[in-house]
């Protein structure tokens, strides 16, 4: 479904744009911070006071569901290749248990994060 692939490929968007704009807040912030303990203050962080309530409407998640081999699983790589997203996949056939399921999460998001500080 073509409608559907536009608007999942517009979350995705929008999710980074929401990260990025977040990991640009952070570093600023920190970079303020740095700067004003050498002076011995603080400073207001009017700057970044964007509201929170425009970040907040953003959902986290997306359930994708259709039929046995309609493209779902490559549309989503297909989406995630073109937007620079690593794909972390949870099938339903697969054993998982809280345990080893949080154990692949924790996997996933120290590889992001080795892999953004190396760039």
Not at 13 to 32: C, D, H, M
Not at 84 to 105: D, I, M, P, T
Request: proline share 1%; aromatic share 6%; hydrophobic share 30%.
């Amino acid at each position: 479904n073509t409608k559907a692939m536009k608007q999942l490929k517009q979350w995705l968007e929008e999710w980074k744009v929401l990260v990025e704009k977040q990991a640009w807040k952070a570093s600023r912030i920190s970079k303020k911070e740095s700067k004003n303990k050498g002076k011995g203050g603080w400073s207001d962080d009017s700057d970044f006071t964007d509201s929170e309530e425009e970040e907040m409407t953003l959902c986290n998640s997306v359930l994708i569901t259709g039929p046995h081999g309609v493209g779902k699983t490559s549309s989503v790589y297909a989406l995630a290749k073109e937007l620079g997203y690593k794909v972390f996949e949870v099938n339903s056939s697969s054993l998982r248990s809280g345990k080893q399921l949080l154990a692949q999460l924790e996997e996933a998001t120290q590889s992001h994060r080795v892999a953004q500080n190396k760039t």
